[in-house]
């Protein structure tokens, strides 16, 4: 454990729900994003105070870094007109390349006005540099996903939309504002440290597919609609066949051509199945089926990960969740599973349940309605439950990029959509994150497409592979 001070917090605002505990993990979360290897985090020694929550660094002498304290008396402060978004300056003019991605830091959830545009950090003495703002709350609060344990404008599925979140509001949401700071608390500690070794950051690319529809049971609206709607007649003839033979249905045939794609480039992919009864807005397939089976075992002989794609009526309904996760359980023969929500129907108690099934991931926090950074950030994390005071068990793998947004869809051409992505990937590249993207296996039937899913991937090969498993060890 990282060493923490125990000594009482005399006037601290513990009382409104910022534990010692929770701040302790919104500065490693830091730390970590500015590079420091965990075995080295190890040897700091992290004291919470009611002004200050200060980081001594194992160094001779020892150096100091520190964070202010807001208090304040609820949590309605803290959403409220009380507290504001201000942006700061580096500490010390980056290079170039990163000041054009990250002219200055985005501060949501502070007390402090910032009109001059200040530095985040400030020398105070050759072996403190100071953080004039909270800015492990602000860690927090954006990585938990706080804000939308409140009111907010909910569309018809009962999903928080991005223009209610403070992001959207502010014009954010196209930055992953946690991530940033990582790299300004690294400059902080090189100016403490000048010898330190730079963090190595990589692009890594997580490419997902939720597997809405396989064309089992056979649709006639759908089947018909490849021609008239699709204008792909081939695959109206194809669905027909499938129907008194062994071939499988276009769309189910379609997993297996996408994970192709995948392969060529030697990047990941993952499907989420899914296992849910029919309804309004679930197919209603069957994974045990034997076509889909054989799908979903030439997928695992080829080290592609098959994961859970819970249906609609899985939001907010635990006994159900289980029930489908334990159905797919029994088709993947895995107990180490992930995967995302149908319809990204989620909320911040959707990590408490996805834990009760025993689910090692969840990929849901993204909007539907925009592409971005929801949670602030694109670096994989286990999120923190304030009504539990920890971390969760599990890990959070944030969605950057959904193929039917309406800015990859509807709103642009194919080149400015294609541009708008590539704005995500290069600045999952400049932090290290992971570009997570989803692109649905029915997708590569729809003409408004083009050839956009192929585009993507020619630009994302070569990128680092993810390998979520270890991620999941190391943040134990």
């Given at each position: 454990?990282?060493?923490?001070?125990?000594?009482?917090?005399?006037?601290?605002?513990?009382?409104?729900?910022?534990?010692?505990?929770?701040?302790?993990?919104?500065?490693?979360?830091?730390?970590?994003?500015?590079?420091?290897?965990?075995?080295?985090?190890?040897?700091?020694?992290?004291?919470?105070?009611?002004?200050?929550?200060?980081?001594?660094?194992?160094?001779?002498?020892?150096?100091?870094?520190?964070?202010?304290?807001?208090?304040?008396?609820?949590?309605?402060?803290?959403?409220?007109?009380?507290?504001?978004?201000?942006?700061?300056?580096?500490?010390?003019?980056?290079?170039?390349?990163?000041?054009?991605?990250?002219?200055?830091?985005?501060?949501?959830?502070?007390?402090?006005?910032?009109?001059?545009?200040?530095?985040?950090?400030?020398?105070?003495?050759?072996?403190?540099?100071?953080?004039?703002?909270?800015?492990?709350?602000?860690?927090?609060?954006?990585?938990?996903?706080?804000?939308?344990?409140?009111?907010?404008?909910?569309?018809?599925?009962?999903?928080?939309?991005?223009?209610?979140?403070?992001?959207?509001?502010?014009?954010?949401?196209?930055?992953?504002?946690?991530?940033?700071?990582?790299?300004?608390?690294?400059?902080?500690?090189?100016?403490?440290?000048?010898?330190?070794?730079?963090?190595?950051?990589?692009?890594?690319?997580?490419?997902?597919?939720?597997?809405?529809?396989?064309?089992?049971?056979?649709?006639?609206?759908?089947?018909?609609?490849?021609?008239?709607?699709?204008?792909?007649?081939?695959?109206?003839?194809?669905?027909?066949?499938?129907?008194?033979?062994?071939?499988?249905?276009?769309?189910?045939?379609?997993?297996?051509?996408?994970?192709?794609?995948?392969?060529?480039?030697?990047?990941?992919?993952?499907?989420?199945?899914?296992?849910?009864?029919?309804?309004?807005?679930?197919?209603?397939?069957?994974?045990?089926?034997?076509?889909?089976?054989?799908?979903?075992?030439?997928?695992?002989?080829?080290?592609?990960?098959?994961?859970?794609?819970?249906?609609?009526?899985?939001?907010?309904?635990?006994?159900?969740?289980?029930?489908?996760?334990?159905?797919?359980?029994?088709?993947?023969?895995?107990?180490?599973?992930?995967?995302?929500?149908?319809?990204?129907?989620?909320?911040?108690?959707?990590?408490?349940?996805?834990?009760?099934?025993?689910?090692?991931?969840?990929?849901?926090?993204?909007f539907a309605d925009e592409i971005g950074f929801r949670a602030g950030t694109c670096i994989p994390y286990r999120p923190w439950i304030f009504s539990l005071n920890r971390q969760a068990d599990l890990l959070e793998i944030p969605l950057i990029v959904m193929d039917c947004t309406p800015v990859v869809y509807m709103r642009l051409s194919l080149a400015e959509g294609l541009a708008a992505v590539l704005r995500c990937v290069e600045r999952c590249r400049l932090v290290g994150g992971v570009f997570t993207l989803l692109w649905h296996n029915?997708?590569?039937?729809?003409?408004?497409?083009?050839?956009?899913?192929?585009?993507?991937?020619?630009?994302?090969?070569?990128?680092?592979?993810?390998?979520?498993?270890?991620?999941?060890?190391?943040?134990?």
């Amino acid at each position: 454990m990282i060493a923490i001070d125990k000594s009482p917090l005399q006037g601290s605002n513990e009382t409104t729900g910022v534990t010692r505990e929770a701040r302790l993990y919104a500065v490693r979360e830091l730390l970590l994003r500015a590079g420091v290897p965990v075995e080295e985090l190890l040897t700091w020694k992290i004291t919470v105070g009611p002004q200050w929550t200060e980081i001594r660094v194992a160094s001779d002498p020892p150096k100091h870094l520190r964070f202010r304290a807001d208090s304040f008396r609820n949590w309605d402060e803290v959403l409220g007109a009380q507290f504001s978004v201000v942006r700061a300056s580096w500490m010390h003019p980056p290079d170039p390349h990163v000041g054009d991605l990250v002219p200055d830091f985005i501060i949501p959830f502070t007390r402090l006005s910032f009109g001059d545009r200040r530095p985040l950090f400030h020398q105070v003495a050759s072996d403190c540099v100071e953080c004039g703002v909270d800015l492990p709350l602000t860690a927090l609060l954006t990585l938990s996903r706080f804000e939308e344990l409140g009111a907010g404008q909910r569309d018809d599925h009962g999903r928080f939309v991005s223009s209610s979140s403070v992001a959207g509001r502010h014009g954010y949401l196209g930055r992953p504002i946690v991530d940033e700071y990582g790299l300004a608390v690294e400059q902080a500690l090189n100016q403490l440290l000048p010898n330190r070794p730079p963090a190595q950051r990589k692009l890594r690319v997580k490419l997902s597919h939720d597997v809405d529809r396989v064309g089992i049971p056979c649709s006639l609206r759908a089947t018909v609609g490849h021609t008239l709607k699709r204008r792909t007649p081939s695959a109206t003839f194809r669905d027909f066949v499938a129907s008194f033979t062994g071939e499988d249905p276009i769309y189910l045939a379609l997993v297996s051509r996408i994970a192709g794609a995948s392969l060529e480039r030697d990047l990941d992919s993952a499907f989420y199945w899914k296992s849910s009864l029919p309804g309004p807005y679930d197919s209603g397939y069957d994974p045990r089926h034997p076509k889909i089976r054989r799908v979903i075992d030439w997928l695992s002989e080829r080290g592609i990960e098959n994961g859970i794609h819970p249906g609609y009526e899985t939001f907010g309904n635990l006994p159900r969740l289980s029930s489908e996760v334990r159905r797919l359980r029994e088709v993947v023969n895995n107990d180490k599973i992930g995967g995302r929500q149908h319809f990204l129907r989620w909320r911040p108690e959707s990590w408490t349940e996805w834990e009760a099934c025993g689910l090692a991931y969840d990929s849901t926090v993204g909007f539907a309605d925009e592409i971005g950074f929801r949670a602030g950030t694109c670096i994989p994390y286990r999120p923190w439950i304030f009504s539990l005071n920890r971390q969760a068990d599990l890990l959070e793998i944030p969605l950057i990029v959904m193929d039917c947004t309406p800015v990859v869809y509807m709103r642009l051409s194919l080149a400015e959509g294609l541009a708008a992505v590539l704005r995500c990937v290069e600045r999952c590249r400049l932090v290290g994150g992971v570009f997570t993207l989803l692109w649905h296996n029915t997708t590569l039937l729809e003409p408004a497409y083009g050839n956009l899913y192929d585009l993507l991937l020619d630009h994302l090969a070569g990128a680092d592979r993810f390998n979520w498993k270890a991620v999941l060890e190391g943040t134990r």
